[in-house]
């Protein structure tokens, strides 16, 4: 397929939101993949309730952040108003210059192992893995039907947060659990994140100047979610999300790693049903349930003014942080670069220099004033003795998903 225009969507369609941007492919390629080419950025939000808001920002043109408020009913409605912010632009999706839209689709399980073309059989397909990913792939199912349905000519590429993981050997996705239940109910480590893990890795080779292939990256990235993955010559090995994306690293909201006969204590003990310890573990718990804020910002700024519990979160946040580094150290054997994203990866010095410290011998160390520094660009923060690079890589899902998306529908 050759595809005409050299303009994507990409869409991120969450349970309440979509998050969108249009990018010009042509711009980023040209310019190394920097912001050139975003032509706009915008988001939707509280989809369904009677304060919907719609953030529209038209980088082509310059202009202004435009806010809108007032009910958006659903994500048909919220892909028709961005249409309209868009074509208010001159950048409609009627735009002979929309190559496609790329979507991000939260699982593929083990049959989407690359960016694919999305016709029937295929949304038939992430459908069946609503019941492995029941909180994420409905959301991505909508926005797939409501933008096919806007523009049903046009190409749509789903691109899958669990793609990168697929190369995981049977030894680290299997889960120690009898093989036949397993199996019958498709249990296994998926892991996600991994249009960001597959990026930041390539991104933190070409700061070190090397191919791919050459080099081994532990990557954090550390969001809201946070998991954390070993990539070894640019082949996932290791990541810490598994079945879902529950398991691994502290994050804002969910426990990570916890003991499974937790689930059982408080089903019998506490009388929680399965829905209520769900709700518990991923929305209650990490960080907030620590000490009631998620925010890494606001934690810091309690820790300064000697608040106890957000010290301790903190603690907890790191130590489990350290031993995802230990762990991946030792599964890749060699490690060339620990690379930090997301929000607070990329922002939270602190959490930096607390991950680091006290890995000397396993040549590791961050150095504090290169740590300080604020930039968007990816820089190494590990002073120059050092035999392990410590880098912080922004990292940037909507250009890797455009990308992924064109190289498909240009190819
Ligand atoms: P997600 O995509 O998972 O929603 P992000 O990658 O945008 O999350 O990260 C959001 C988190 O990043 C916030 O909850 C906050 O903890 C953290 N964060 C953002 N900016 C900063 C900052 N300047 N300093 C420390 N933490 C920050």
Known sequence: MTATGTRVLVLNSGSSSVKYQLLDMHDTQSE??????????????????ETSRLTHTPLATGGD???????????EAALKAVAAE????GLGLDSPQLAAIGHRVVHGGLKFTEPTLIDDAVLQEIERLVPVAPLHNPANITGIRTA????????QVAVFDTAFHTTMPEY???????????????????????????????????????????????????GNGASASAVAGGRCVDTSMGLTPLEGLVMGTRSGDIDPAVTFHLKRVAGMSADEIDTLLNKKSGLIGLCGDNDMREIRRRIDEGDERAALA?????????KYIGAYSAV??????VAFTAGVGENAAPVREAAVAGLEEMGMAV???????RSDEPRLISPEYARVAVAVVPTDEELEIAQQTYALVSA
């Open 32 to 49: 190394g993949g920097s912001a050139a080419g975003r032509l706009a950025v915008g988001l939707v939000e509280r989809i369904g309730e």
């Open 65 to 75: 952040k435009r806010e809108t408020e007032g009910p958006i009913a659903d994500h």
């Open 86 to 89: 868009l074509s208010a632009d």
């Open 148 to 155: 096919r349905a806007l523009r049903p000519d046009l190409p």
């Open 172 to 222: 680290t996705a299997r889960y120690a659990i009898d093989v036949e239940t397993a199996d019958a109910h498709r249990i296994r480590r998926y892991g996600f994140h991994g249009t960001s893990h597959a990026y930041v890795s390539r991104k933190t080779a070409a700061l070190l100047g090397k191919d791919p292939s050459e080099v081994n990256v532990i990557v954090l990235h550390l």
């Open 314 to 322: 903190f603690d907890i946040y790191i130590h489990r942080l350290k």
């Open 332 to 337: 890749l054997g060699r490690v060339d670069a």
């Open 367 to 373: 150095d504090a004033s290169l740590n300080a520094v």
